[in-house]
Protein backbone atom coordinates (compact mmCIF):
# COMPACT_ATOMS: atom_id res chain seq x y z
CA UNK A 1 0.00 0.00 0.00
CA UNK A 2 1.53 3.42 -0.76
CA UNK A 3 2.45 5.39 2.27
CA UNK A 4 -0.32 7.47 3.71
CA UNK A 5 -3.11 5.95 2.39
CA UNK A 6 -4.13 3.41 4.93
CA UNK A 7 -7.05 4.17 7.60
CA UNK A 8 -4.15 5.65 10.36
CA UNK A 9 -3.25 7.92 7.66
CA UNK A 10 -7.07 9.12 6.83
CA UNK A 11 -7.63 9.51 10.62
CA UNK A 12 -4.30 11.77 11.45
CA UNK A 13 -5.12 13.47 8.75
CA UNK A 14 -8.80 14.09 9.76
CA UNK A 15 -7.57 15.52 13.04
CA UNK A 16 -5.06 17.40 11.73
CA UNK A 17 -7.95 19.02 9.72
CA UNK A 18 -10.23 19.55 12.59
CA UNK A 19 -7.52 20.55 15.17
CA UNK A 20 -6.30 23.17 12.55
CA UNK A 21 -9.94 24.55 12.22
CA UNK A 22 -10.86 24.82 15.47
CA UNK A 23 -7.72 25.61 17.54
CA UNK A 24 -6.54 29.13 18.08
CA UNK A 25 -3.79 31.28 18.07
CA UNK A 26 -2.51 31.91 21.74
CA UNK A 27 -2.88 35.51 22.81
CA UNK A 28 -1.99 34.81 26.85
CA UNK A 29 1.42 36.52 26.53
CA UNK A 30 -0.18 39.28 25.16
CA UNK A 31 0.76 42.78 26.83
CA UNK A 32 -2.67 43.03 28.37
CA UNK A 33 -3.69 40.09 29.07
CA UNK A 34 -0.40 39.63 31.32
CA UNK A 35 -1.70 42.77 33.00
CA UNK A 36 -5.14 42.13 33.13
CA UNK A 37 -4.13 38.24 34.91
CA UNK A 38 -1.92 40.32 37.46
CA UNK A 39 -5.15 42.37 38.09
CA UNK A 40 -7.77 39.42 38.55
CA UNK A 41 -5.55 37.77 40.55
CA UNK A 42 -5.32 41.05 42.90
CA UNK A 43 -8.83 40.16 43.37
CA UNK A 44 -8.52 36.41 44.44
CA UNK A 45 -9.04 34.98 40.73
CA UNK A 46 -6.88 32.59 38.81
CA UNK A 47 -7.97 30.58 36.18
CA UNK A 48 -5.64 27.85 35.71
CA UNK A 49 -7.70 26.42 31.92
CA UNK A 50 -9.08 28.89 29.86
CA UNK A 51 -6.19 31.05 28.57
CA UNK A 52 -7.68 34.09 25.87
CA UNK A 53 -6.84 32.74 22.19
CA UNK A 54 -7.95 34.18 18.80
CA UNK A 55 -9.81 31.95 16.76
CA UNK A 56 -11.27 32.00 13.09
CA UNK A 57 -14.61 32.95 12.43
CA UNK A 58 -15.27 33.72 16.40
CA UNK A 59 -12.85 35.97 16.65
CA UNK A 60 -11.37 36.63 20.51
CA UNK A 61 -12.24 34.21 23.17
CA UNK A 62 -11.11 31.56 25.67
CA UNK A 63 -9.14 28.06 24.82
CA UNK A 64 -8.83 25.17 26.92
CA UNK A 65 -5.70 24.04 28.11
CA UNK A 66 -6.59 20.54 28.95
CA UNK A 67 -10.54 18.71 27.85
CA UNK A 68 -13.46 19.95 29.48
CA UNK A 69 -15.58 16.35 30.26
CA UNK A 70 -19.26 16.22 30.89
CA UNK A 71 -20.19 13.05 31.69
CA UNK A 72 -23.38 10.50 30.27
CA UNK A 73 -26.24 9.18 33.43
CA UNK A 74 -24.32 5.80 32.47
CA UNK A 75 -20.71 7.34 33.22
CA UNK A 76 -22.10 9.38 36.48
CA UNK A 77 -23.67 5.84 37.58
CA UNK A 78 -20.25 4.05 37.20
CA UNK A 79 -18.36 6.77 38.86
CA UNK A 80 -20.08 6.98 41.67
CA UNK A 81 -20.63 3.42 42.32
CA UNK A 82 -16.63 3.33 42.25
CA UNK A 83 -16.35 6.10 44.31
CA UNK A 84 -19.05 5.81 46.70
CA UNK A 85 -19.53 2.20 46.88
CA UNK A 86 -23.44 2.71 45.70
CA UNK A 87 -23.92 5.38 48.54
CA UNK A 88 -26.29 8.03 47.49
CA UNK A 89 -24.17 11.64 46.05
CA UNK A 90 -24.38 14.49 47.86
CA UNK A 91 -26.47 17.17 45.95
CA UNK A 92 -24.03 19.62 45.84
CA UNK A 93 -21.44 17.37 44.34
CA UNK A 94 -20.38 19.22 41.12
CA UNK A 95 -20.68 15.86 38.70
CA UNK A 96 -24.28 16.65 39.23
CA UNK A 97 -24.41 19.83 37.26
CA UNK A 98 -21.53 19.30 34.87
CA UNK A 99 -18.47 21.21 34.81
CA UNK A 100 -17.49 24.39 36.31
CA UNK A 101 -15.51 26.52 33.56
CA UNK A 102 -15.31 29.47 35.47
CA UNK A 103 -15.57 30.83 38.72
CA UNK A 104 -15.15 35.14 38.91
CA UNK A 105 -15.56 36.70 42.83
CA UNK A 106 -17.51 39.49 43.20
CA UNK A 107 -14.46 41.33 44.13
CA UNK A 108 -13.79 40.96 40.08
CA UNK A 109 -17.35 41.77 39.54
CA UNK A 110 -18.38 45.78 37.96
CA UNK A 111 -22.08 46.27 38.71
CA UNK A 112 -23.72 49.47 40.67
CA UNK A 113 -22.31 48.87 43.80
CA UNK A 114 -18.86 49.72 42.60
CA UNK A 115 -20.58 52.67 41.20
CA UNK A 116 -21.91 54.25 44.44
CA UNK A 117 -18.30 53.22 46.27
CA UNK A 118 -16.56 55.49 43.24
CA UNK A 119 -16.52 58.79 43.27
CA UNK A 120 -19.38 59.69 41.32
CA UNK A 121 -21.15 58.11 44.36
CA UNK A 122 -21.67 61.38 46.27
CA UNK A 123 -23.01 62.92 42.89
CA UNK A 124 -25.64 59.67 41.96
CA UNK A 125 -27.03 60.11 45.56
CA UNK A 126 -27.54 63.94 45.45
CA UNK A 127 -29.23 63.90 41.79
CA UNK A 128 -33.12 63.97 41.50
CA UNK A 129 -34.77 62.00 39.91
CA UNK A 130 -32.29 59.29 40.42
CA UNK A 131 -30.34 58.01 37.74
CA UNK A 132 -30.83 54.11 36.50
CA UNK A 133 -28.96 51.55 36.96
CA UNK A 134 -27.83 51.47 33.09
CA UNK A 135 -27.21 55.35 33.53
CA UNK A 136 -25.03 54.59 36.45
CA UNK A 137 -22.43 52.28 34.73
CA UNK A 138 -22.61 53.63 31.23
CA UNK A 139 -20.78 57.17 33.49
CA UNK A 140 -18.44 54.58 35.55
CA UNK A 141 -17.46 53.63 32.02
CA UNK A 142 -16.70 56.49 30.65
CA UNK A 143 -15.08 58.26 33.08
CA UNK A 144 -12.78 55.59 34.03
CA UNK A 145 -11.69 55.37 30.27
CA UNK A 146 -11.18 59.07 30.17
CA UNK A 147 -9.10 58.24 33.59
CA UNK A 148 -6.29 56.18 31.17
CA UNK A 149 -3.66 55.02 33.50
CA UNK A 150 -4.98 56.46 36.98
CA UNK A 151 -8.11 53.67 36.60
CA UNK A 152 -8.61 51.19 38.55
CA UNK A 153 -9.93 49.55 36.10
CA UNK A 154 -7.23 50.23 33.14
CA UNK A 155 -6.58 46.40 33.22
CA UNK A 156 -10.25 45.34 32.00
CA UNK A 157 -10.74 48.98 29.91
CA UNK A 158 -7.36 47.70 27.77
CA UNK A 159 -9.22 44.42 26.34
CA UNK A 160 -13.04 45.89 25.83
CA UNK A 161 -13.58 46.51 22.22
CA UNK A 162 -12.62 50.37 20.91
CA UNK A 163 -15.75 49.57 19.30
CA UNK A 164 -18.88 47.69 18.08
CA UNK A 165 -21.06 46.42 15.40
CA UNK A 166 -24.60 46.58 16.62
CA UNK A 167 -27.05 48.16 14.54
CA UNK A 168 -26.83 51.61 16.65
CA UNK A 169 -23.14 51.38 15.99
CA UNK A 170 -23.24 51.20 12.04
CA UNK A 171 -23.04 53.93 9.42
CA UNK A 172 -26.92 54.70 7.76
CA UNK A 173 -26.19 53.79 4.52
CA UNK A 174 -24.90 50.06 5.75
CA UNK A 175 -27.79 49.74 8.38
CA UNK A 176 -30.56 50.29 5.54
CA UNK A 177 -29.31 47.35 4.01
CA UNK A 178 -30.14 45.32 6.80
CA UNK A 179 -33.41 43.22 6.31
CA UNK A 180 -36.67 45.52 6.92
CA UNK A 181 -37.90 44.17 10.22
CA UNK A 182 -34.29 44.42 11.69
CA UNK A 183 -33.74 47.51 10.19
CA UNK A 184 -37.09 48.58 11.71
CA UNK A 185 -35.27 47.96 14.98
CA UNK A 186 -31.89 49.05 15.05
CA UNK A 187 -33.36 52.93 14.21
CA UNK A 188 -35.97 52.39 17.61
CA UNK A 189 -32.53 51.10 19.66
CA UNK A 190 -30.53 54.33 17.43
CA UNK A 191 -33.28 56.97 18.56
CA UNK A 192 -33.21 54.84 22.03
CA UNK A 193 -29.49 55.72 22.17
CA UNK A 194 -29.80 59.36 20.99
CA UNK A 195 -32.74 60.16 23.82
CA UNK A 196 -30.76 57.97 26.54
CA UNK A 197 -27.82 60.55 26.18
CA UNK A 198 -29.87 63.75 25.29
CA UNK A 199 -31.94 63.02 28.93
CA UNK A 200 -28.77 62.17 30.42
CA UNK A 201 -26.89 65.64 29.80
CA UNK A 202 -27.59 67.21 32.68
CA UNK A 203 -26.66 64.90 34.98
CA UNK A 204 -23.39 64.91 33.30
CA UNK A 205 -22.85 68.58 33.38
CA UNK A 206 -23.55 68.29 37.06
CA UNK A 207 -20.02 66.14 37.40
CA UNK A 208 -17.91 68.86 35.80
CA UNK A 209 -16.16 69.30 39.13
CA UNK A 210 -14.54 65.56 38.78
CA UNK A 211 -12.76 67.16 35.52
CA UNK A 212 -10.66 69.58 34.45
CA UNK A 213 -11.79 69.09 30.54
CA UNK A 214 -15.36 70.42 29.61
CA UNK A 215 -17.82 68.22 30.66
CA UNK A 216 -19.15 67.36 26.84
CA UNK A 217 -15.74 66.44 25.42
CA UNK A 218 -15.72 63.81 28.58
CA UNK A 219 -19.28 62.67 28.33
CA UNK A 220 -19.72 62.71 24.18
CA UNK A 221 -22.32 60.97 22.31
CA UNK A 222 -19.75 58.87 20.91
CA UNK A 223 -18.21 58.32 24.31
CA UNK A 224 -21.62 57.01 25.86
CA UNK A 225 -22.49 55.26 23.21
CA UNK A 226 -19.62 53.01 23.40
CA UNK A 227 -19.75 52.83 27.40
CA UNK A 228 -24.00 51.72 26.57
CA UNK A 229 -22.94 49.14 24.06
CA UNK A 230 -20.56 47.54 26.01
CA UNK A 231 -22.93 47.17 28.76
CA UNK A 232 -25.06 46.02 26.66
CA UNK A 233 -23.61 43.57 24.81
CA UNK A 234 -21.09 41.85 27.45
CA UNK A 235 -23.21 42.27 30.68
CA UNK A 236 -24.38 39.39 32.76
CA UNK A 237 -27.63 38.58 34.61
CA UNK A 238 -27.26 39.74 38.43
CA UNK A 239 -29.48 41.26 40.58
CA UNK A 240 -28.90 43.84 42.74
CA UNK A 241 -30.49 44.86 46.12
CA UNK A 242 -32.98 48.08 45.52
CA UNK A 243 -30.89 51.32 46.12
CA UNK A 244 -32.76 54.19 47.08
CA UNK A 245 -30.40 56.77 44.92
CA UNK A 246 -30.67 54.46 41.49
CA UNK A 247 -34.59 54.64 39.77
CA UNK A 248 -36.63 51.68 40.19
CA UNK A 249 -35.63 50.04 36.84
CA UNK A 250 -34.18 46.90 37.14
CA UNK A 251 -31.03 46.46 38.32
CA UNK A 252 -29.39 43.39 37.19
CA UNK A 253 -26.77 44.11 35.09
CA UNK A 254 -22.87 43.27 35.99
CA UNK A 255 -19.58 43.12 33.97
CA UNK A 256 -17.62 40.13 34.40
CA UNK A 257 -14.02 40.71 33.25
CA UNK A 258 -12.62 37.38 31.64
CA UNK A 259 -15.46 35.79 31.46
CA UNK A 260 -16.73 38.41 29.02
CA UNK A 261 -14.11 36.56 26.82
CA UNK A 262 -15.97 33.45 26.12
CA UNK A 263 -18.36 34.02 22.78
CA UNK A 264 -21.69 32.30 21.86
CA UNK A 265 -22.45 28.85 20.54
CA UNK A 266 -26.24 27.63 19.64
CA UNK A 267 -25.28 24.16 20.24
CA UNK A 268 -23.84 24.37 23.90
CA UNK A 269 -25.81 24.53 27.47
CA UNK A 270 -25.03 25.98 30.24
CA UNK A 271 -25.94 27.67 33.65
CA UNK A 272 -25.02 30.69 34.86
CA UNK A 273 -25.39 32.06 38.53
CA UNK A 274 -24.04 33.41 41.07
CA UNK A 275 -23.14 31.33 44.35
CA UNK A 276 -24.36 33.69 47.71
CA UNK A 277 -21.87 30.45 49.40
CA UNK A 278 -19.17 31.21 47.52
CA UNK A 279 -19.25 34.64 46.39
CA UNK A 280 -18.60 34.03 43.24
CA UNK A 281 -20.31 34.30 39.55
CA UNK A 282 -19.80 30.66 38.08
CA UNK A 283 -21.25 28.95 34.86
CA UNK A 284 -21.37 25.39 34.52
CA UNK A 285 -21.05 23.42 30.96
CA UNK A 286 -23.31 20.54 29.87
CA UNK A 287 -21.02 20.42 26.92
CA UNK A 288 -17.68 18.68 26.66
CA UNK A 289 -14.60 20.41 24.93
CA UNK A 290 -10.65 19.18 23.57
CA UNK A 291 -7.79 20.37 24.30
CA UNK A 292 -6.93 23.10 23.04
CA UNK A 293 -10.02 24.22 21.43
CA UNK A 294 -12.57 27.46 22.29
CA UNK A 295 -14.91 27.02 25.28
CA UNK A 296 -18.26 28.21 24.42
CA UNK A 297 -21.17 29.57 26.37
CA UNK A 298 -24.85 30.11 24.80
CA UNK A 299 -26.36 33.63 25.53
CA UNK A 300 -29.92 32.52 24.56
CA UNK A 301 -31.71 30.74 22.04
CA UNK A 302 -31.75 33.66 19.90
CA UNK A 303 -32.28 34.37 16.26
CA UNK A 304 -30.07 36.52 14.30
CA UNK A 305 -31.67 39.13 14.11
CA UNK A 306 -31.59 39.31 17.73
CA UNK A 307 -27.77 38.28 18.21
CA UNK A 308 -27.44 41.11 15.47
CA UNK A 309 -29.26 43.88 17.28
CA UNK A 310 -28.14 42.90 20.88
CA UNK A 311 -24.58 41.47 19.87
CA UNK A 312 -23.33 42.74 17.16
CA UNK A 313 -22.75 39.27 15.55
CA UNK A 314 -24.36 37.05 13.07
CA UNK A 315 -23.74 33.39 13.94
CA UNK A 316 -23.56 31.04 10.73
CA UNK A 317 -26.05 27.81 10.83
CA UNK A 318 -27.96 29.29 14.02
CA UNK A 319 -30.81 26.63 14.45
CA UNK A 320 -33.01 29.23 16.05
CA UNK A 321 -31.95 31.61 12.58
CA UNK A 322 -35.38 32.50 10.72
CA UNK A 323 -36.95 34.71 8.06
CA UNK A 324 -39.29 37.16 8.88
CA UNK A 325 -42.85 37.88 7.09
CA UNK A 326 -44.19 41.56 7.27
CA UNK A 327 -47.72 41.98 7.12
CA UNK A 328 -47.19 43.69 3.58
CA UNK A 329 -45.68 40.45 2.46
CA UNK A 330 -48.34 38.34 4.29
CA UNK A 331 -51.59 39.41 2.18
CA UNK A 332 -49.06 40.28 -1.47
CA UNK A 333 -50.22 36.96 -3.06
CA UNK A 334 -54.29 36.71 -1.23
CA UNK A 335 -57.10 37.45 -3.66
CA UNK A 336 -57.62 41.32 -3.89
CA UNK A 337 -61.71 40.71 -4.03
CA UNK A 338 -61.93 39.17 -0.42
CA UNK A 339 -64.56 40.80 1.02
CA UNK A 340 -63.69 39.75 4.32
CA UNK A 341 -60.33 40.23 4.17
CA UNK A 342 -60.56 43.27 6.77
CA UNK A 343 -62.37 40.80 9.25
CA UNK A 344 -59.77 38.19 8.41
CA UNK A 345 -56.68 41.05 9.50
CA UNK A 346 -58.10 42.25 12.28
CA UNK A 347 -58.85 38.88 13.65
CA UNK A 348 -55.17 37.46 12.96
CA UNK A 349 -54.33 41.17 14.90
CA UNK A 350 -56.58 40.29 17.87
CA UNK A 351 -55.28 36.96 18.75
CA UNK A 352 -51.45 37.97 17.83
CA UNK A 353 -50.99 36.54 14.51
CA UNK A 354 -49.51 39.38 12.65
CA UNK A 355 -46.36 39.30 15.11
CA UNK A 356 -43.63 36.48 14.68
CA UNK A 357 -44.72 34.66 10.90
CA UNK A 358 -41.25 33.17 9.99
CA UNK A 359 -39.98 30.47 7.65
CA UNK A 360 -36.99 28.17 9.40
CA UNK A 361 -34.60 25.96 8.31
CA UNK A 362 -37.88 23.56 8.48
CA UNK A 363 -40.33 25.36 6.68
CA UNK A 364 -42.57 28.17 7.27
CA UNK A 365 -43.26 28.32 11.19
CA UNK A 366 -46.79 26.87 12.57
CA UNK A 367 -47.74 30.82 12.81
CA UNK A 368 -47.00 31.83 9.59
CA UNK A 369 -48.90 28.71 8.31
CA UNK A 370 -52.46 29.28 10.64
CA UNK A 371 -52.26 33.14 9.57
CA UNK A 372 -52.31 31.64 6.26
CA UNK A 373 -54.75 29.08 6.32
CA UNK A 374 -57.13 31.88 7.88
CA UNK A 375 -56.46 34.00 5.41
CA UNK A 376 -57.08 31.47 2.53
CA UNK A 377 -60.59 30.03 4.46
CA UNK A 378 -63.41 30.48 1.68
CA UNK A 379 -66.43 32.89 2.49
CA UNK A 380 -68.66 29.38 3.57
CA UNK A 381 -65.85 28.51 5.81
CA UNK A 382 -64.93 31.95 7.31
CA UNK A 383 -67.36 30.86 10.64
CA UNK A 384 -64.52 27.83 10.91
CA UNK A 385 -61.94 30.19 11.89
CA UNK A 386 -61.58 29.41 15.23
CA UNK A 387 -60.77 25.60 14.95
CA UNK A 388 -58.21 27.43 12.69
CA UNK A 389 -56.43 28.99 14.92
CA UNK A 390 -56.78 25.77 17.02
CA UNK A 391 -54.41 23.88 14.46
CA UNK A 392 -57.76 22.00 13.27
CA UNK A 393 -57.38 21.20 9.31
CA UNK A 394 -60.65 22.92 7.70
CA UNK A 395 -60.55 21.13 4.11
CA UNK A 396 -57.82 20.09 1.64
CA UNK A 397 -58.68 23.22 -0.25
CA UNK A 398 -57.34 25.19 2.67
CA UNK A 399 -54.32 23.32 3.11
CA UNK A 400 -53.52 23.32 -0.46
CA UNK A 401 -54.38 27.11 -0.93
CA UNK A 402 -52.20 28.51 2.08
CA UNK A 403 -49.12 25.96 0.98
CA UNK A 404 -49.22 27.89 -2.66
CA UNK A 405 -49.25 31.19 -0.91
CA UNK A 406 -46.59 29.91 1.39
CA UNK A 407 -44.53 28.81 -1.47
CA UNK A 408 -44.68 32.13 -3.34
CA UNK A 409 -43.85 34.53 -0.62
CA UNK A 410 -41.03 31.94 0.42
CA UNK A 411 -39.31 32.30 -3.56
CA UNK A 412 -40.22 35.99 -3.36
CA UNK A 413 -38.18 36.57 -0.20
CA UNK A 414 -35.42 34.84 -2.46
CA UNK A 415 -35.51 36.75 -4.91
CA UNK A 416 -35.50 39.90 -1.98
CA UNK A 417 -32.51 38.19 -0.58
CA UNK A 418 -30.46 37.25 -3.61
CA UNK A 419 -31.06 40.75 -4.61
CA UNK A 420 -29.73 42.29 -1.55
CA UNK A 421 -26.67 40.45 -1.83
CA UNK A 422 -26.00 41.86 -4.90
CA UNK A 423 -26.26 45.35 -3.42
CA UNK A 424 -24.14 44.47 -0.67
CA UNK A 425 -21.58 43.37 -2.88
CA UNK A 426 -21.69 46.30 -5.11
CA UNK A 427 -21.31 48.45 -2.25
CA UNK A 428 -18.00 46.25 -0.91
CA UNK A 429 -16.72 47.13 -4.03
CA UNK A 430 -17.84 51.00 -3.74
CA UNK A 431 -16.85 51.74 0.24
CA UNK A 432 -13.71 49.97 0.67
CA UNK A 433 -13.81 51.71 4.37
CA UNK A 434 -17.04 49.99 5.27
CA UNK A 435 -15.69 46.84 4.28
CA UNK A 436 -16.31 45.01 7.71
CA UNK A 437 -19.34 46.09 8.47
CA UNK A 438 -20.60 45.16 5.34
CA UNK A 439 -19.56 41.54 5.55
CA UNK A 440 -21.31 41.41 8.65
CA UNK A 441 -24.76 42.46 6.69
CA UNK A 442 -23.47 40.44 3.88
CA UNK A 443 -23.25 37.13 6.78
CA UNK A 444 -26.77 37.79 7.85
CA UNK A 445 -28.12 37.84 4.52
CA UNK A 446 -26.87 34.91 2.99
CA UNK A 447 -27.49 32.92 6.25
CA UNK A 448 -31.28 33.57 5.44
CA UNK A 449 -30.68 32.58 1.45
CA UNK A 450 -29.74 29.71 2.69
CA UNK A 451 -32.67 29.27 5.60
CA UNK A 452 -35.03 30.18 2.45
CA UNK A 453 -34.07 27.77 0.35
CA UNK A 454 -34.21 24.97 2.93
CA UNK A 455 -37.80 26.06 3.41
CA UNK A 456 -38.46 25.99 -0.80
CA UNK A 457 -37.34 22.48 -0.28
CA UNK A 458 -39.31 21.44 2.50
CA UNK A 459 -42.86 23.18 0.84
CA UNK A 460 -42.51 21.11 -1.94
CA UNK A 461 -42.07 17.88 -0.20
CA UNK A 462 -44.99 18.71 1.95
CA UNK A 463 -47.45 19.96 -1.61
CA UNK A 464 -46.32 16.63 -3.17
CA UNK A 465 -47.46 15.06 -0.07
CA UNK A 466 -51.01 16.95 -0.49
CA UNK A 467 -51.35 16.18 -4.23
Not at 26 to 49: Q, V, Y
Not at 61 to 68: D, F, R, T
Not at 438 to 456: D, F, G, M, N, S
Request: aromatic content about 10%; hydrophobic content about 35%.
Amino acid sequence: MQKGRGRTSRIRRRKLTRSSESRGVNESHKPEFIELKKWLKDRNFEDTNLIPARFPGTGRGLMSKKPVRVYTHVHLKEYYLSRFRGQKPKPEDPWLEGQMIISLPESCLLTTDTVIRSSLGAYITKWKPPPSPLLALCTFLVSQRHAGEQSVWKPYLDVLPKSYTCPVCLEPEVANLLPEPLKTKAEEQRTSVQEFFASSRDFFSSLQPLFEEAIDTVFSYSALLWAWCTVNTRAVYLRARRRACLSSEPDTCALAPYLDLLNHSPSVQVKAAFNEETGCYGIRTASSCRKHEEVFICYGPHDNHRLLLEYGFVSPCNPHACVYVSREILVKYLPSVDKQMNKKISILKEHGFLENLTFGWDGPSWRLLTALKLLCLEAEKFACWTKVLLGEVISDTNEKTSLNIAQKICYYLLEETTAALQKVSHMKDEKVSLINQLALVETLWTEELKILKAAAETLRSLQTTLV
